[in-house]
C-alpha cells in the first residue's frame, strides 16, 4: 500500500475520534440555514424518478444513443436509503474501409451502473453512520468492471425548503480488473489486478432556484493506491407540469490509472426528461 494511501487512512482516523464533536460544530454553524421541512416533504417517505433520453442522427452521420437512469430515495424512522441505477448505449454506423457506400454498426459506448446507501440515522438524526455499495460495467473504460463497498460517517448539514447538503467519508474497498491487452505479436497479456483499500468520499449538494427550477451537485472520489475513481455530475432541470422535467446534465468520469490509449477522463452531455412516479 502506498505512502499516499496510508497518509489517507490515518487522517481519516484522526478526524473520526472526533466525528461526534466535529458535527455539532457544523450543526450549530449551519442551524441559522435549516429551516423547517414542508408538511409534503414530511409525508413523502419513498420517492422514485426515471429519465430518459434518446438522440438519433441521420444523413451523413447516423448515430443511436440512448441514455436512462432511476432514482429512488426511502426515508424511514432509522433509515435514509439511496439507489441509482444508470444505462448508457450508443451505436454509430461507420463505413467500411475500402469501400465507398457500404456501412456497418458499431457500439461506441456501453455503460451500466448501479449503487445503493443506506444511511443509518443516529440519536440527532442529521449524523448518520453508511454503507454503500457499487457496480459499474463500463465496455470502453478499460476495465472488466469496477465495483465498491464503503462504511463510514455520513452528516446532512442542512435541508431547508431551498436547498441541502449531505456529505459523507469513510474507508471501503474497491474491486476492479483491467482488461486483456494484445502485444505487437499477437499475444494476450492479461489484464491486471488493480483491487484494494481505498477512502471513499462523497457530496450531495441542491439548490431550488425557483418554483420551477432546481440545480444539483454530486461528486464523489475513491482513493485508492493503484488508482483514483472521481464521478461528479453537475444538472439544472427545470418543472414542465407536476409529474415531468427536463434536465440538462454534465457527468464527468475520471480514472487516474489507465491503459495506453484510454482517456482518464470522460464527459457525457445529456438532455433528458425526468417523470417522477411518486
Same mark, same amino acid.
Given at each position: 500500500?502506498?505512502?499516499?494511501?496510508?497518509?489517507?487512512?490515518?487522517?481519516?482516523?484522526?478526524?473520526? %475520534?472526533?466525528?461526534?464533536? *466535529?458535527?455539532?460544530?457544523?450543526?450549530?454553524?449551519?442551524?441559522?440555514?435549516?429551516?423547517?421541512n414542508?408538511g409534503?416533504?414530511?409525508?413523502?417517505? +419513498?420517492?422514485?424518478?426515471?429519465?430518459?433520453?434518446?438522440?438519433? $442522427? %441521420?444523413?451523413?452521420?447516423? #448515430?443511436?444513443?440512448?441514455?436512462?437512469?432511476?432514482?429512488?430515495?426511502?426515508?424511514?424512522?432509522? =433509515?435514509?436509503?439511496?439507489?441509482?441505477?444508470?444505462?448508457? !448505449?450508443?451505436?454509430?454506423?461507420?463505413?467500411?474501409?475500402? @469501400?465507398?457506400?457500404?456501412?456497418?454498426?458499431? @457500439?461506441?459506448?456501453?455503460?451500466? +451502473?448501479?449503487?445503493? *446507501?443506506g444511511? !443509518?440515522?443516529?440519536?440527532n438524526?442529521?449524523?448518520?453512520?453508511?454503507? +454503500?455499495?457499487?457496480?459499474?460495467d463500463?465496455r470502453?473504460?478499460?476495465?472488466? !468492471?469496477?465495483?465498491?463497498?464503503?462504511a463510514? =460517517?455520513?452528516? *446532512?448539514? =442542512?435541508?431547508?425548503? #431551498?436547498?441541502?447538503?449531505?456529505?459523507?467519508?469513510?474507508?471501503?474497498?474497491?474491486?476492479?480488473?483491467?482488461?486483456? $491487452?494484445?502485444? &505487437?505479436?499477437?499475444?494476450?497479456?492479461?489484464?491486471?489486478?488493480?483491487?484494494?483499500?481505498?477512502?471513499?468520499?462523497?457530496?450531495? !449538494?441542491? =439548490?431550488?432556484?425557483?418554483?420551477?427550477? #432546481?440545480?444539483? *451537485?454530486?461528486?464523489?472520489?475513491?482513493?485508492?493506491?493503484?488508482?483514483?475513481?472521481?464521478?461528479?455530475? %453537475?444538472?439544472?432541470? &427545470?418543472?414542465?407540469?407536476g409529474?415531468?422535467?427536463?434536465?440538462?446534465?454534465?457527468?464527468?468520469?475520471?480514472?487516474?490509472?489507465?491503459?495506453?490509449?484510454?482517456?482518464?477522463?470522460?464527459?457525457?452531455?445529456?438532455?433528458?426528461?425526468?417523470? %417522477?412516479?411518486?
Amino acid at each position: 500500500m502506498s505512502m499516499t494511501l496510508n497518509r489517507s487512512l490515518l487522517f481519516l482516523s484522526l478526524v473520526s %475520534t472526533s466525528a461526534f464533536a *466535529q458535527a455539532d460544530a457544523l450543526d450549530a454553524l449551519f442551524e441559522p440555514s435549516a429551516g423547517g421541512n414542508t408538511g409534503s416533504e414530511a409525508a413523502k417517505t +419513498f420517492s422514485m424518478d426515471g429519465e430518459l433520453g434518446v438522440l438519433l $442522427t %441521420t444523413g451523413n452521420t447516423e #448515430t443511436t444513443s440512448v441514455k436512462g437512469k432511476l432514482n429512488a430515495s426511502h426515508e424511514l424512522e432509522n =433509515w435514509s436509503n439511496d439507489y441509482v441505477f444508470e444505462a448508457l !448505449y450508443k451505436q454509430d454506423e461507420v463505413l467500411i474501409e475500402g @469501400t465507398d457506400d457500404q456501412y456497418s454498426s458499431e @457500439t461506441s459506448a456501453q455503460k451500466i +451502473f448501479l449503487s445503493g *446507501q443506506g444511511n !443509518y440515522k443516529l440519536e440527532n438524526p442529521n449524523h448518520r453512520l453508511f454503507a +454503500f455499495g457499487s457496480y459499474e460495467d463500463d465496455r470502453f473504460s478499460g476495465f472488466e !468492471y469496477q465495483a465498491t463497498i464503503a462504511a463510514g =460517517w455520513a452528516q *446532512q448539514l =442542512w435541508k431547508s425548503e #431551498t436547498s441541502s447538503f449531505n456529505y459523507s467519508v469513510g474507508p471501503g474497498y474497491s474491486f476492479a480488473d483491467k482488461v486483456d $491487452t494484445v502485444d &505487437a505479436d499477437g499475444n494476450v497479456i492479461p489484464g491486471e489486478d488493480v483491487s484494494g483499500m481505498i477512502v471513499r468520499g462523497a457530496l450531495d !449538494y441542491k =439548490w431550488k432556484i425557483s418554483d420551477t427550477a #432546481t440545480f444539483r *451537485q454530486k461528486f464523489s472520489t475513491e482513493v485508492g493506491s493503484d488508482n483514483t475513481k472521481s464521478k461528479s455530475e %453537475t444538472s439544472v432541470s &427545470a418543472q414542465i407540469n407536476g409529474s415531468l422535467a427536463m434536465k440538462v446534465s454534465l457527468l464527468l468520469n475520471h480514472n487516474s490509472d489507465v491503459d495506453p490509449g484510454i482517456e482518464n477522463l470522460d464527459t457525457e452531455t445529456a438532455v433528458t426528461l425526468v417523470y %417522477t412516479f411518486f
